[in-house]
RNA sequence: GGCCCGUUCGUCUAACGGUUAGGACUCCGGCCUCUCACGCCGGCAAUAGGGGUUCGAAUCCCCUACGGGUCACCA
């Protein structure tokens, strides 16, 4: 069993996306399921409505998934766990309040030291417990021994106790804190291998600790996949555009082209440019580079070409707001000066519009006149022939006025490449 | 600061312990050409540093430096 866990605090991250990929993919080949968790816990963070936008980008992908599930749903089993950690003697409570607690983070952070719950709770008899009337949060008491695990990227694994140390399961008010949901969900669904970000890694012992009190047994795999840097080589926030999937699909970059470069990126490939389904064939977690890699949006609109090239006229058409074979061939001519839809939808539109020309604004006029009453010619020589004829230009003083007059633009492809595509549409061009 | 991970051209990467350290993108030149491009041909460009081990190290070990991640009643 495969999961991916968003939650809808927040738009589709370029990193999770790939995470989703990447267990979707796993899930395939390994033809294991795969559910999708909405880890919907933090009530105040949620954003109305993320859920299904997350849901709408996973489909746009072609990722399917055999399960929805909503995290809050399992409120009731989080905190009957709870109380058996609590029972158990594995978990305590604790009244310290968030203020005293923050001083003492501070403190340490002051003497460059590590904080650590220093334990005062962990000391209270049961008595003492009862009779405090103070809210309370629950903490799970950190293991004795070493917490291990096996990471199909990083390798083998190893955590102090003490850098596990005695952490929030249970909030002031009851509801489950990330890691002790998560934990639970997991062991509930049976999830067999979690692949997600590295900046859980440090997470993962905790989990594991978690499971181990309450008698799960089952060995987790885990494939942390490293960070994807930005330029400067920090983690991609909110702040860089290029980490937002709905960002790069509105840019005009295909879906095909992002999941490409997704699984290229830290990564060794057959080929570079492929499709899902193969990379499903030879796609190998383990194989997955263990350093991050920097995000690189021009390597992005190289692959982004090759995609569009491989469309089918017809729908790189209707990509571009028209729906006719001719202008989807017209479009990939234009693949030679831009990379994503929108790119090309200017320069397809600009032919549809009217033009003037600064540079040779008489020979442009008297060009538009020896359009009037225009023959239909199939081949572009004819064209150029009975233009040249009727107008009297030639040369720069002939082309470069033509060209405006035809694409709206002093420079682009080569006009008889053009031409073939154009010619059905002239009367709606030349103006 | 503690813990964890990492370090090959600017970027993504390749190289059973033996290669002139390879490819792709970018960049630069040339060819082509009605323009800008594409395309084709060519070029620049890397094993972080220091110690070991070894006949031989990018590759194995140690140290240093640097980079990243993480240290919440967020996920």
Redesign the pocket.
Known sequence: MYRF???P?GDMHIGNLRVALFNYICAKQSKEKFIIRV????K??NIEGKDQEILEILNLFGITYDQLIY?SDNLKFHRQLGSKLLMDGNAFS?????KT??EK?EQ??K???????DGVCKKLSDSEVIENEN???V?IKEPSEKIEFT?L????????P??I?D??I????K????????AIDDMLSNVSVIIR???????TPKQELIRKYLGYNEKVKYAHL??I?ND????MSKRDDESSVKWLLEEGFLPDTIINYLI??????PT?IFSLDEAITWFDIT??????????I??L??LN?EHIKALDPLSLSKFIGYSSKDIGKLAKIY???ASTINEIKVKIDTIFKTKTCDEFEQEFELLKVATKDLPYFKE?DEF?AYLGEKSGLK??K???P??SLLTG?????????IYPHIKNYLGEIIK
């Not at 604790?94 to 968030?98: G, K, L, P």
């Not at 194989?287 to 690189?296: E, R």
């Not at 633009?409 to 490449?417: A, E, I, K, V, W």
């Open positions: 866990a968003p939650s605090t880890e919907d816990t933090d105040e963070r995290q604790c009244f310290c309040s968030a607690l923050e983070r340490a952070k003497d460059k030291k590590a904080y650590r719950y809210p309370f949060v903490r990471d990227i990083k390798g083998d694994m190893k955590f102090e003490k850098d140390d952490f929030v249970l909030r002031v008010d509801t489950p804190t990330y890691n002790f949901a998560c970000g590295e900046d859980h890694l440090s997470n490293p960070i840097l400067s080589g920090k983690k290229l990126i830290g990564n060794k490939t570079e194989k997955v580079s263990k350093n991050p890699a920097k995000f690189d021009t390597k609109r190289q070409r693949l030679e000066e572009f150029k040369g720069k002939f082309f470069k033509l060209r633009s002093d420079s682009g492809p080569n006009l008889s490449d």
